[in-house]
């Protein structure tokens, strides 16, 4: 993409979730409303930061699991992000240098970094698909896809702080439904989610009444709400819980912090 049409479709002047993640993760490719929007969000939940990193944890301790337990050597992220340290390619062909990844997003900052995201080992391979997952036809009927993924064995998809940007709930369960029925038997599903469920609940009702600036553009979602993208499959113990009390580390110093956002792992009989 050249630096013209990035400018064309790049809207600086709108809160972008992929931009304030990356600010809240310390990054540098956000702009002023993605701050001005993660600072008024910030203000009201002082832990989002501590959050971002930790649901970050949690997508890499999930793929060594993936990688490493469940032997599983394609992965389908979608919601991808923008680049930073240990993406998921990294994680896993650390591990398994013969691991495939497939990115998708519809971001087109996400698209100008791509190539941060396309950084294989020799013996494995990525690829960045432009798309929405609101169309899974659309990523699954991709050549980029087709290329890399043998749909025939087991996948591992990824919807990691993804589905709270689809409010409706009938949608959102059925987008997972139709992405993970295109998949084998064995294959995984890797979901993270906000919730309100463990904030005190005046803070609840600002998030909920949708009038924070720039907060507008995610749902939370309870654990009852949350288990149902797992539907039909079989919880990895143990099961869903905050990203930080999904499996830690052994070796931290500290016990997991408190944060409001669902993890869990699954695997489809």
């Not at 990356?22 to 002082?46: C, H, M, Q, T």
């Not at 699954?140 to 709270?164: G, Q, S, T, W």
Request: proline fraction near 7%; glycine fraction near 4%; hydrophobic fraction near 40%.
């Amino acid at each position: 993409m050249t630096a013209e049409e990035l400018n064309s479709r790049l809207d600086t002047t709108v809160a972008n979730p992929a931009r304030r993640y990356d600010y809240w993760l310390g990054g540098k490719d956000n702009f002023a409303a993605d701050r001005e929007s993660g600072d008024a969000i910030e203000a009201v939940y002082p832990a989002i930061r501590t959050a971002a990193v930790e649901n970050r944890m949690f997508l890499r301790r999930a793929v060594r699991y993936l990688a490493t337990e469940a032997g599983i050597r394609q992965f389908l992220d979608i919601g991808t992000g923008l680049p930073t340290a240990e993406n998921t390619h990294q994680v896993a062909q650390e591990i398994n240098p013969t691991s495939r990844i497939v990115y998708v997003d519809n971001d087109p900052l996400v698209l100008a970094h791509a190539r941060a995201l396309l950084t294989s080992q020799p013996a494995g391979r990525t690829a960045y698909i432009e798309a929405d997952l609101r169309e899974p036809a659309e990523i699954f009927n991709a050549e980029e896809l087709v290329d890399i993924l043998d749909l025939r064995e087991p996948v591992a998809l990824l919807l990691v702080a993804v589905m709270h940007f689809v409010p409706d709930d009938e949608q959102a369960y059925t987008v997972v439904k139709t992405l993970t029925n295109a998949l084998p038997a064995d294959s995984c599903l890797v979901v993270s989610h906000a919730t309100y469920d463990f904030l005190p609940a005046d803070i609840a009702d600002v998030f909920t009444a949708k009038s924070l600036p720039g907060a507008g553009d995610f749902t939370g979602r309870s654990r009852e709400q949350f288990l149902r993208f797992f539907d039909g499959l079989d919880l990895i113990a143990p099961g869903a819980e905050m990203v930080s009390q999904w499996r830690p580390e052994s070796s931290s110093a500290s016990p997991p912090k408190p944060v409001s956002v669902y993890g869990a792992v699954a695997r489809k009989p």
